[in-house]
């Protein structure tokens, strides 16, 4: 674990300032402040300071000069992280890799492109477009986040139901230890000899590592798409025709689901003609050859029609394809029309518990008094429930944790887990310690150590420290005997 830093800020940032440009050594609380938080604003702390390299030698150095001094890092790239992942130590630096933003080199034949960590995702599938090619993951936030976010956090988007998260999807990293080598994890070939440490390294939140380059798989465009929208009377009645189209041999490229709230903020805003009547909506889009999707499509639509749906309509353009998925994508900051403020939860639950756990969740609205939005996708059971609150009215914040957290438990007790692409961070960090064991977690505290011996990276996210887990537990325990008194005499 990280001590106190063995250096005063003053000389940490001379030290920079002579292999970095000093207009990107910030020092002054003012240029700082958009460093403080990352898109889980509820959560935020002043770093000691922030540096911009743009070379993976000046990041090397970089962490060569923290680990001797034992200065913590938080590496970020754009930003748009929704678990506190990237909000700062006060005690150490914010590594920014805003400037990593370049695309090295695209191969149309091997379908790969390498690139930068701070390209952002969209743009991967921008450049590419010209050889017929995309990248798969989607993450709704594609258009801002970056590659090197979307390694660490693992992301996912709305199509990775049929085309996989970002582990499915790269193939090697560049990364710089904390100790300041550097390493390449994964190889060009489909499989490596040795243990997997790329698939390690997805999703570990920038606590094993600083990721300078990746190089991701590309796929062929399909030769078209389509989306059915289906909308329904009840969310239980549309959690079910989740699994009907799945049992049905039908593996969309993309199935999503809005309820109420989310459906009429998101057509306020992307005027996409949602049935801003219905309950619950559910997005399936089918892709593939001419033949192939017109047969599917068929059948979801008949399907719907059989489990359900008060209405269904199929798209008949890439325009009006484009603007049904606009809506969904833009869900969550439309939802700010209706609420002051929201509160982006992630978890992921079996499929076959869709429709009992939104009505559960129904149920928890109406215990702790405030409105959730839920907005997810339904074909991998990655749920983001977005809980409405304003901050401004005292004690209403705590609610709104309190109501996450039993979101978060119930996810465990259907057999999910407490997150399914937004990370760990320190928004969950209670959570782990009600999923996994101390001999679990343990296990994760020896895998940190292995590539960060003296816990620099990242400090206090991701794995809880094991001497807070029975108190953590103590705490969800206590809540949730809490709300059951609150009910019971409410």
């Known amino acids: 674990m990280t001590t106190r830093p063995g250096?005063?800020?003053?000389?940490?940032?001379?030290?920079?300032?002579?292999?970095?440009?000093?207009?990107?050594?910030?020092?002054?609380?003012?240029?700082?402040?958009?460093?403080?938080?990352?898109?889980?604003?509820?959560?935020?702390?002043?770093p000691l300071l922030v540096v911009l390299p743009e070379t993976p030698a000046q990041v090397q150095r970089i962490m060569r000069l923290c680990n001797e001094h034992r200065v913590p890092v938080v590496a970020r790239g754009a930003g748009t992280g929704l678990s506190a992942g990237a909000m700062p130590h006060r005690e150490g630096v914010v590594l920014s890799l805003a400037k990593f933003n370049r695309i090295l080199e695209v191969d149309p034949l091997a379908r790969t492109?390498?690139?930068?960590?701070?390209?952002?995702?969209?743009?991967?599938s921008d450049e590419v477009a010209?050889?017929?090619?995309?990248?798969?993951?989607?993450?709704?936030?594609?258009?801002?986040?970056?590659?090197?976010?979307?390694?660490?956090?693992?992301?996912?988007?709305?199509?990775?139901?049929?085309?996989?998260?970002?582990?499915?999807?790269?193939?090697?990293?560049?990364?710089?230890?904390?100790?300041?080598?550097?390493?390449?994890v994964g190889n060009d070939a489909l499989d490596a000899c040795?243990?997997?440490?790329?698939a390690l390294m997805t999703g570990s939140e920038g606590l094993l590592g600083i990721v300078t380059e990746v190089k991701v798989k590309?796929?062929?465009?399909?030769?078209?798409?389509?989306?059915?929208?289906?909308?329904?009377?009840?969310?239980?009645?549309?959690?079910?025709?989740?699994?009907?189209?799945i049992s049905a041999g039908i593996i969309p490229g993309g199935l999503e689901m809005m309820d109420g709230y989310a459906i009429v903020a998101a057509d306020d805003f992307a005027q996409?003609?949602?049935?801003?009547?219905?309950?619950?909506?559910?997005?399936?889009?089918?892709?593939?050859?001419?033949?192939?999707?017109h047969e599917h499509i068929e059948q979801a639509e008949a399907l719907f029609r059989k489990l359900g749906a008060t209405s269904v309509r199929t798209s008949q353009s890439e325009e009006e394809r484009a603007l049904l998925w606009k809506g969904r994508k833009s869900a969550f900051p439309a939802v700010g029309r209706i609420?002051?403020?929201?509160?982006?939860?992630?978890?992921?639950?079996?499929?076959?518990?869709?429709?009992?756990?939104l009505l559960e969740m129904e149920k928890m609205s109406e215990k702790f008094g405030l409105r959730v939005a839920n907005v997810f996708h339904a074909g991998d059971g990655n749920l983001h429930?977005?809980?409405?609150?304003?901050?401004?009215?005292?004690?209403?914040?705590?609610?709104?944790?309190?109501?996450?957290?039993?979101?978060?438990?119930?996810?465990?007790?259907?057999?999910?887990?407490?997150?399914?692409?937004?990370?760990?961070?320190?928004?969950?960090?209670?959570?782990?310690?009600?999923?996994f064991s101390d001999q679990e977690l343990q296990q994760f505290h020896d895998l940190k150590a292995a590539f960060d011996p003296r816990g620099i990276l990242n400090p206090g996210k991701g794995v809880p420290a094991l001497r807070f887990c029975q108190e953590y537990r103590s705490l969800e325990y206590k809540q949730h005997n809490h709300d059951t008194v609150e009910v019971a005499h409410g």
Not at 14 to 43: A, W
Not at 153 to 172: A, P, Q
């Open 7 to 46: 250096i005063s800020k003053a000389e940490l940032a001379e030290k920079f300032r002579e292999f970095i440009d000093p207009d990107f050594v910030i020092t002054d609380n003012e240029t700082m402040k958009p460093y403080e938080c990352d898109g889980m604003s509820m959560y935020c702390e002043m």
């Open 113 to 124: 492109a390498r690139l930068q960590p701070g390209v952002r995702n969209l743009a991967i």
């Open 218 to 245: 590309l796929l062929p465009k399909p030769e078209i798409a389509q989306v059915v929208m289906a909308g329904f009377d009840s969310v239980q009645k549309a959690g079910d025709a989740v699994g009907g189209i």
């Open 385 to 435: 429930p977005l809980i409405l609150f304003d901050a401004n009215v005292p004690g209403e914040f705590e609610r709104t944790e309190a109501f996450g957290g039993s979101i978060l438990n119930l996810c465990v007790e259907v057999g999910g887990c407490i997150t399914g692409e937004h990370g760990v961070g320190v928004e969950k960090i209670r959570q782990m310690a009600v999923q």
């Open 339 to 357: 609420s002051p403020d929201y509160y982006c939860m992630d978890g992921t639950i079996p499929r076959r518990h869709l429709a009992h756990v």
């Open 272 to 293: 996409a003609g949602y049935p801003r009547e219905a309950k619950a909506l559910l997005l399936c889009e089918v892709d593939g050859t001419e033949e192939e999707v």
């Open 130 to 184: 010209r050889h017929g090619l995309y990248y798969g993951p989607d993450p709704s936030s594609q258009i801002a986040c970056t590659i090197g976010g979307n390694v660490a956090e693992n992301s996912g988007g709305v199509h990775c139901l049929k085309y996989g998260l970002t582990v499915h999807n790269i193939l090697s990293v560049e990364m710089i230890t904390a100790e300041g080598d550097r390493v390449v």
């Open 194 to 198: 040795g243990m997997d440490l790329l």
